[in-house]
């Protein structure tokens, strides 16, 4: 007899999950079997999942769903760049990217549906916090994504970062968990190289994640240089102070192969100019670590404009004569799928037939 398994969806479940859905009375080969079929193969439907018997398939049928996420828009930007609408299986709806490049593809994926840090640049902040993402719902998003365009987990091509809608480091242990079934050689089998998360600066939970051993990349949504003027930008820096992130940031334990990544947002007249450049200098330049600049993508209700290409260059050209610094190319930007654009807008958009 099947047990019960809080959750109820299959993607999602670890081996461990499995075991106790299929109770004592099942091989405890039956479990990697489903475990396989689910993150290895990636079936679309359990009926596919051919190895287990069919009365093992129904009973598991009858008490669960596969959890994946079904499109209800897809987006096409003129540089590649495609945005789902991925609806969930309560109709909450999240956004994915794609972002093929010549050398990589990167998913953006969300963590929660909307987001509870009221950073002022981003439109996703407008949503507000309406839940959490399970590890399931998280892993979805990779596995659809990566199933309608052909992606394969194992390529080294495949990136995933958890930039899309949410602050992730609020829902660590269904990112946590979602990693590991990510990274699992015998199931996904990604490499936690390739899995960057980004954090508005959850003092607290960035310590946390340090002293995980299957962790993500990290990356720190900075985007200013003093503690008033991150207040005013980003209102959680009223609760992590600059300066305590700054010291959670020094303190994380990196592996050989890591840098931390600061990431900032640049907005005409407000942060861009060269003392801010000097600023982010000072404070990173202890740091194992570099830095990618993001010229605002603008937004309905954004307060803020983007700044001129050259005051862009002048900025990178202050920060890369201390440490690695890039300008992140814009994706998306007309189908508001860029960095802070992601809040399910729709308006004059075009749909296209999946």
């Known amino acids: 007899m099947l047990q019960s398994v809080e959750g109820q969806t299959l993607v999602g479940m670890e081996l461990a999950d499995l075991r106790k859905l299929l109770g004592p009375e099942q091989p405890t080969y039956r479990a990697q079997q489903l475990y396989d079929a689910l993150y290895r193969k990636q079936v679309a439907d359990l009926s596919e999942a051919t190895a287990l018997p069919k009365t093992v398939r129904n009973q598991i049928l009858a008490l669960t769903t596969m959890g994946l996420p079904s499109a209800e828009r897809r987006f096409d930007s003129r540089d590649g760049t495609r945005r789902y609408l991925l609806r969930l299986e309560d109709n909450r709806t999240v956004e994915a990217v794609l972002m093929p490049e010549e050398d990589r593809d990167t998913i953006c994926i969300s963590s929660q549906v909307g987001c509870p840090v009221d950073c002022k640049f981003c439109l996703t902040a407008l949503m507000g916090l309406e839940r959490n993402l399970s590890a399931g719902e998280i892993v979805g998003q990779v596995m659809y994504v990566a199933r309608e365009n052909g992606l394969k ?18 829902n660590l242990d269904n990112v946590l968990k979602a990693t590991r079934l990510l990274t699992d050689p015998d199931g996904i089998g990604m490499s936690a190289k390739r899995i960057t998360v980004s954090t508005s600066g959850i003092v607290p ?62 907005l005409r007249n407000v942060n861009d100019t060269e003392a801010d450049a000097k600023r982010v200098v000072r404070l990173l330049s202890h740091l194992n670590c570099k830095v990618n600049l993001i010229a605002l993508n603008p937004g309905p209700g954004i307060p803020f404009e983007t700044p001129d290409p050259d005051r862009v260059a002048n900025f990178q050209a202050i920060v890369r004569r201390s440490l690695p610094c890039f300008v992140r190319k814009p994706r998306g930007r007309d189908i508001y799928a860029a960095c802070g654009q992601l809040k399910r807008v729709s308006t004059d958009l075009v749909q296209v037939d999946q």
């Open 205 to 266: 939970k960035i310590e946390e994640l340090g002293r995980e051993h299957f962790r993500p990349k990290l990356a720190i949504s900075l985007n200013a240089t003093t503690e008033e003027q991150r207040r005013q930008l980003m209102p959680i820096t009223r609760k992590y102070h600059l300066r305590d992130l700054m010291e959670a940031c020094r303190a994380y334990p990196l592996r050989a192969w890591e840098k931390l990544t600061f990431e900032y947002v640049l």
């Open 153 to 170: 987990a194992i390529d080294t091509r495949m990136n995933v970062v958890m930039m899309g809608m949410g602050e992730p480091l609020l």
